[in-house]
């Protein structure tokens, strides 16, 4: 399962640019290295994806091309 993991999010980190593209400000649903649903509506998501795939096994990111920070 953390191997299937790693490479979901090796392929978000190297699709980034693509994702940002056609996803900027939605979450995306990464399964087996692709697309598999996305929704500005991260609990709608949430939803439908855990209905079709194990969730375990489903990388969650939100796509954005605003420059986020972290307060600590």
């Given at each position: 399962?953390?191997?299937?993991?790693?490479?979901?999010w090796a392929w978000f980190?190297?699709?980034?640019?693509?994702?940002?593209?056609?996803?900027?400000?939605?979450?995306?649903?990464?399964?087996?290295?692709?697309?598999?649903?996305?929704?500005?509506?991260?609990?709608?998501?949430?939803?439908?994806?855990?209905?079709?795939?194990?969730?375990?096994?489903?990388?969650?990111?939100?796509?954005?091309?605003?420059?986020?920070?972290?307060?600590?």
């Amino acid at each position: 399962m953390f191997e299937e993991h790693e490479q979901n999010w090796a392929w978000f980190r190297c699709n980034y640019g693509k994702l940002l593209k056609r996803f900027d400000g939605e979450y995306v649903a990464i399964f087996g290295r692709k697309v598999v649903d996305h929704d500005k509506d991260l609990d709608k998501l949430v939803r439908r994806v855990k209905a079709k795939y194990p969730i375990a096994k489903v990388l969650v990111e939100f796509v954005t091309s605003e420059k986020l920070e972290l307060v600590l």
